[in-house]
């Protein structure tokens, strides 16, 4: 039966580290560290069978929580051609980045 996975991701990831900033995981240290890591979850997501969706958190930085892919002022943390080739490397469908 088909489904999608409607939350994934959540790393934490901030260029300068508040003290009262968190994330869902331990802070990365780097941003080829996070991107490493996006690229190992979202190709274990590509790899379930049946798996027709799924949803990235998070779009942006919230509050205290640096866990987006965009910061508080909505601007990239990552190169989002980068981002785009790591959503889309089986899955062609879908959102539209352009």
């Given amino acids: 039966m088909p489904f999608m996975i409607s939350e994934y991701g959540g790393i ?3 260029e300068n580290a508040q003290q ?5 995981s331990k802070r990365m240290e780097s941003k080829k560290a ?9 190709n ?3 790899s379930i069978p049946d798996c027709v969706g799924f949803c990235y958190t998070q779009l942006t930085d919230v509050e205290q ?5 965009l910061d508080h002022n909505h ?8 981002i785009k080739q790591i959503m889309t490397a089986t899955h062609q469908n879908g959102f539209d980045f352009n």
């Fill in 12 to 14: 934490a990831y901030e």
């Fill in 65 to 69: 929580e640096v866990n987006g892919l």
């Fill in 75 to 82: 601007q990239y943390k990552f190169d989002p051609e980068i």
């Fill in 44 to 46: 274990a997501v590509m």
């Fill in 20 to 24: 009262e900033s968190w994330g869902y």
């Fill in 34 to 42: 996070v991107i490493d890591k996006i690229r190992q979850l979202t």
